[in-house]
């Protein structure tokens, strides 16, 4: 039997809320200072009660801890832990200074007051009418969320989840959870499978239950498609459900089987030769993503088929009036892609940076003004969007606007029974769509109109799931028109020309000492904590210095990897404490959040109107309400305590994440530790994100690496193939 220790939650500094690890400061009765605890918690609210067991252990960096084997947690008995309980942002209405407040009139009779005699509130300083009828209607809310609670905390569950849980299901809640707590990990955000095993292993279901087995293969099916698989070999998904759940195959494989019937997955049978290619005779989809998949292709595959429905018109004709309008000449394959826009219906251009895609993109828009015609023009994302409208001088959009999503409906209201009202469709940054948005561009594409993709097939695919780019160029179906000249006023750009170089294969070219000014740079650093601090000067002092770019909004670090001394979390903690320090801001899951930071958004919220990858700055803290107001694109957008798993720092953040973004300064951490996500197409798509300058500090061995690797990392993808009729 371990140690045991019984105290005060005081903070928690660090968890995640995957796996539950959290590192917990604790006061301890007759202990001087605080004790850290670490250990898997469920989830812990400041003021709560932990007793626990284990053993004192000292960590070689950070001292003495408590290494937690056993714990259990009891809400608040005290004053101290009541105040703590009340200002964690449970009770809207209520934050830390009314807590204060509150606890000091009424002690420890304090929740028993707000529970039933909750007039006494109007004897608490700053509490009025309006402010008890907004705290009354909160407990009120939380009543049944408080009952459900108490029990969802006793199975490990935390007060956020717990609030979710209720939104989910209702009344219906506990009723849900006792008979299937795998549900959570598919119905409610934030909540993992490893979070609903736990629970669901509390209360008594069995290792080997057909329920745990549906849940795991559910589970490895969307961290399948995190990776950018659309689907997966049926071997590959039962063997990574079997690593995880340490369950018998033929369990998995009945269990499989009753998802396919409850419609949650679909087991595509294969044709032998693509089996054989494929490497399995099925292919396993979440329902959704087959769906997707087979209109997407569908669709394509009658847009193309039908006669297109523009005004009689002799292209060459066409192009030589074209000519004689716009202020510079169309290189050939320029003039290649406007005949493709005049005549066929899928239309695909790519071409990496300098080569004329958005010059292109002008001149299209010229012609079909000239017959009449109206255009529609989108990008994935709000920045992408807007220097699209900026270098077009003509309406641009997000695809999401664009399809005019509505949050209430809960879809895109442009869809097949309301499409888009245009006679061309042009999209950017088309290395950007996944197969479900770009299954709901297509829904809205009218019969009559051309559509025109635009991007650049050797950036990094999509974040979401799918290759539909270069899925389209491969599979042969469409025209497809690759720019490959470099214009010369890009040939004058350094950024430009290394991009092209390191796309094909070679070492990008260095300044050398005493050369003038450029806009690329390589600084050789091999000591991963050397180059954190060698970036923490260059966005701090020498940028800023010597170029006048604002160390916040105008430089960005780009990191390959999340993890690591020199990966974006690590950047993000040493950039906070140097460009905005301070204490005055909102812990959540072992992150400061402060007036004046740089924040992005990591998850679709349509509520908001804010999707993954949008980011902007922290404008105003309310601390009494736990409440933040998030400037982003020009509005200001609040955030609840319970919202903040959807922001991280944005001070340095990965390649991937910066898909569709440019900014004025770029600085690219590449080192060996970065091993596993180095590759040509990453470190290509970085230094294209560059749009005055851009910095590659590392290792020569590191960036030779990145070069020399030109293998896309494999995603499971058949939009291809079925473009191709092969199923």
């Known amino acids: 039997m371990g140690i045991a220790l019984k105290g005060v939650v005081e903070r928690v500094t660090f968890s995640n809320e995957e796996n539950g ?8 009765p007759g202990r001087r200072g605080l004790v850290t605890a670490v250990g898997s918690f469920a989830s812990l609210t400041p003021g709560e009660v932990l007793t626990m067991e284990g053993a004192w252990d000292v960590h070689p960096r950070y001292g003495e801890q408590f290494k937690v084997e056993r714990y259990q947690a009891a809400a608040p008995a005290s004053v101290q832990g009541i105040q703590k309980y009340l200002g ?22 304090t929740l028993d007051i707000i529970d039933s005699r909750d007039e006494r509130l109007l004897e608490v300083d700053g509490i009025g009418r309006g402010r008890l009828e907004q705290i009354r209607r909160a407990w009120v809310d939380q009543r049944e969320i408080r009952d459900l609670m108490v029990f969802l905390q006793g199975h490990g569950v935390s007060p956020v989840h717990a609030t979710r849980i209720y939104k989910q299901y209702g009344g219906d809640a506990r009723r849900v959870v006792q008979e299937n707590p795998y549900r959570l990990a598919s119905d409610i955000s934030g909540i993992g499978f490893l979070t609903a095993d736990r629970i669901a292993r509390g209360m008594g279901f069995a290792h080997d239950s057909l329920e745990r087995a549906e849940a795991g293969l559910l589970h490895a099916a969307h961290q399948a498609s995190e990776e950018g698989h659309v689907c997966l070999p049926g071997r590959d998904l039962l063997e990574r459900a079997q690593a995880l759940l340490d369950i018998p195959g033929e369990i998995l494989e009945s269990a499989l089987s009753r998802l396919v019937e409850a419609r949650q997955c679909v087991a595509q049978p294969l044709t032998e030769p693509l089996a054989e290619r494929f490497g399995d005779p099925r292919a396993v989809y979440l329902r959704g993503y087959h769906f997707a998949e087979v209109q997407a292709a569908q669709r394509l595959l009658r847009l193309q088929a039908l006669a297109p429905l523009q005004r009689r018109i002799e292209p060459d004709a066409a192009v030589a009036w074209l000519q004689g309008r716009l202020p510079f000449r169309l290189a050939p394959l320029q003039e290649q892609a406007v005949r493709k826009a005049l005549t066929d219906k899928v239309v695909i251009v790519t071409g990496g940076p300098g080569t004329g ?3 292109l993109v002008q001149a299209i828009l010229t012609i079909y003004r000239q017959l009449g015609g109206s255009c529609c023009l989108g990008a994935p994302t709000g920045r992408a969007a807007k220097r699209l409208s900026e270098a077009t001088r003509h309406p641009a959009s997000t695809l999401h606007r664009l399809l005019e999503f509505s949050p209430q409906a809960g879809r895109f209201l442009r869809d097949d029974q309301k499409p888009l009202t245009a006679d061309c469709v042009i999209v950017d940054e088309c290395s950007m769509l996944d197969v479900l948005l770009m299954h709901h561009l297509l829904k809205a594409v009218p019969g009559p109109a051309t559509l025109v993709l635009v991007g650049d097939v050797d950036q990094l695919p999509s974040v979401g799931p799918g290759n539909v780019l270069r899925d389209l160029i491969a599979c042969e179906q469409f025209p497809v028109v690759r720019l490959q000249e470099i214009f010369r006023q890009a040939r004058e750009s350094q950024i430009v020309v290394n991009a092209h170089r390191v796309q094909q294969g070679k070492f990008p070219r260095i300044p050398e ?11 050789e650093k091999s000591d991963p904590e050397e180059v954190v601090q060698l970036i923490l000067k260059l966005c701090a002092e020498r940028i800023p210095k010597r170029f006048g770019l604002d160390p916040v909004d105008e430089i960005q670090v780009l990191s390959p990897m999340n993890r690591g001394m020199a990966g974006s979390q690590r950047l993000n903690s040493v950039l906070q404490a140097a460009l905005n320090p301070g204490d005055r801001g909102i812990e959540r899951g072992g992150m400061s959040f402060r007036e004046g930071d740089k924040v992005m958004q990591i998850r679709n919220n349509y509520d908001k109107d804010v999707f993954n990858g949008d980011w902007g700055r922290i404008r105003r803290i309310d601390l009494e309400s736990q409440e933040l107001r998030v400037e982003i694109d020009g509005r200001e957008i609040p955030y609840e305590l319970s919202d903040l798993d959807e922001l991280v720092l944005a001070y340095s953040i990965t390649v991937h994440k910066a898909q569709g973004s440019e900014y004025p300064a770029v600085i690219v951490p590449v080192l060996t530790q970065h091993y596993m996500m180095l590759q040509r197409n990453l470190l290509y798509t970085a230094i294209t994100r560059a749009r005055k300058l851009a910095v590659i500090v590392g290792s020569r061995k590191a960036l030779a690496i990145a070069i020399k690797n030109d293998r896309m990392l494999h995603r499971f993808t058949l939009l291809s193939e079925r473009l191709r009729g092969l199923l």
Not at 94 to 105: K, S, Y
Not at 514 to 523: A, K, S, V
């Open 357 to 359: 895609k958005t010059t």
């Open 21 to 28: 690890y959290s590192v917990v400061q604790v006061k301890i």
């Open 88 to 109: 964690s942002g449970l009770v809207k209405g209520i934050g830390p200074i009314m807590a204060e407040r509150i606890v000091a009139r009424f002690g420890v009779e």
């Open 513 to 523: 000492k005493g050369e003038e000014l450029q806009d690329f740079y390589f600084i």
